[in-house]
């Protein structure tokens, strides 16, 4: 039976082996799947031990997605675009392989809710590792013109470099005021009940306000998106089953159907 884990620190709240094994029933895939809590200053060696027991592969959360990206031997063009790295598996020549799955699964799920990408234009809110790893996919997928704003706009700055004319930078206040179809909070504003501090005007065209956190209560973030008129809003949990999914298909060549989970999961979560 082959095993995989999720490292992380903290790691206690992962949904990740809850989600695994969910797929791996679905798909009729046996395996293993648990969380690692790695030492700080000891993911490697966390990483090494657990592959030294059989380990095939394994999902990598905070704070050691940068360290995950040094360490793979081989990184895929989305990992490179990432800076950083959340599934990492073993090839059949032995190299250690670092991918990014987040970006393929915020697009994977804004297709889910039926929002077109096509053409569209966005703000993105938020200059940290989830804004980074998620532009190049929405580029990919024909995303016209992309505003990262932010906080410190010299972040912004510097992660908009890394890309072609249609990602601009800016901060909170220099937003332009272009027809936004779609705002992504990528900014953990919500975790401290707060909000990104930009104008209301900036969400008058906005079809889909999207925060990437998600929780049993719509964000500050989407109540107030709400509040101005936006008649769509969605959280993370899709985002999140996304991307693990995408890890599932790349250690196991099977795609499970996240809706059954989400339902699970959100069963599990709002109760």
């Not at 932010?150 to 937003?175: G, H, L, M």
Request: proline share 4%.
């Amino acid at each position: 039976m082959d095993h995989y884990a999720v490292f992380g620190n903290p790691i206690g709240q992962s949904k990740s082996p809850f989600i695994h094994s969910q797929f791996a029933m679905q798909c009729e895939e046996r395996l293993t799947y648990e969380a690692m809590l790695a030492p700080l200053d000891g993911f490697a060696d966390s990483w090494h031990r657990f592959v030294g027991l059989g380990g095939k592969g394994a999902n990598v959360t905070v704070p050691f997605k940068e360290q995950a990206f040094l360490l793979a031997d081989i990184l895929s063009d989305r990992a490179q675009q990432a800076g950083a790295v959340n599934t990492l598996y073993i090839d059949k020549s032995g190299n250690l392989c670092g991918d990014n799955t987040d970006g393929i699964g915020l697009v994977a799920d804004l297709n889910r809710l039926g929002f077109q990408l096509l053409g569209a234009t966005l703000l993105l809110l938020g200059a940290g590792g989830a804004s980074r790893g998620v532009i190049g996919p929405l580029l990919d997928a024909g995303v016209s013109k992309i505003v990262l704003a932010n906080r410190t706009e010299s972040k912004a700055i510097a992660i908009a470099n890394s890309f072609d004319a249609r990602v601009q930078a800016c901060s909170f206040e220099q937003i332009a005021t272009l027809q936004y179809a779609l705002v992504i909070n990528a900014t953990s504003s919500g975790l401290s009940g707060e909000r990104p501090q930009i104008s209301a005007v900036h969400m008058q065209h906005c079809t889909l306000a999207y925060d990437m956190l998600y929780g049993p209560e719509p964000t500050p973030f989407l109540q107030w998106a709400q509040a101005q008129g936006v008649l769509h809003i969605a959280d993370g949990l899709g985002m999140l089953l996304s991307q693990a999914a995408e890890a599932f298909y790349i250690w196991r060549g099977k795609r499970p159907d996240i809706e059954p989970v989400m339902a699970l999961l959100k069963a599990q979560l709002f109760k």
